[in-house]
């Protein structure tokens, strides 16, 4: 028996995402449209829209597994993010293109940076069957940004971080946002940093619970 996406599409946007406070329309409507389930792997296919992170990437080389994030949670951090059409996007870690599809909806085009070369070869290839062609996926270390197409309106994290590094800073543009999760597990504080006058400010937003993205681990001072 086939599977029927488009109505649990519905039910993962009704049950999951606007019982969590996101009433944006625009971002609802990218929710119900964005194919979720062409995010994941075959085998996965049938779990793309139960209510928890699923792996995209097992571990590897000393890196931690990847996960495709929870609905709620991604939808908050979008919504935080106040994403207008006109808006110039670059999507942190957007593992297999997912996020980077809903955020393509909301904004006028989306730079994709991923650091896995499956991953990003994946996104790449996933975005352009689907048709997203506001989107362009690049290769790089995650905590780098990507410099060559800064400054963004917005930039936004996928995953829960130690530190932001001031390099992503200097890629926003004034008045620019960056959304980011500090912390990680149940300590994890979702953000929301404004540049204002070349000066970056930022508040908490609310908890959230997220995986974590390799690259932005605080270094730690040597302790005698």
Known sequence: MDTDFSEQRVKMVDGQVRTTDVTDQALLDAMLSVPREAFVGANRRNLAYIDEHIEIASPASGQPARYLMQASPFAKLTQLAEIHSSDFVLDVGCGTGYSSAVLSRLASSVIALESDPVLAQSATSTLANLGYDNVVVVQGALNEGHGAEAPYDVIFIGGAVEEIPQALFDQLKEGG??????????????????KTTGIVGGRRAFNAAIRPLPGFERIRAFEF
């Open 177 to 194: 946002r960056l959304i980011a999760v500090e912390g990680q597990g149940n300590a994890g504080v979702a953000r929301l940093f404004l």
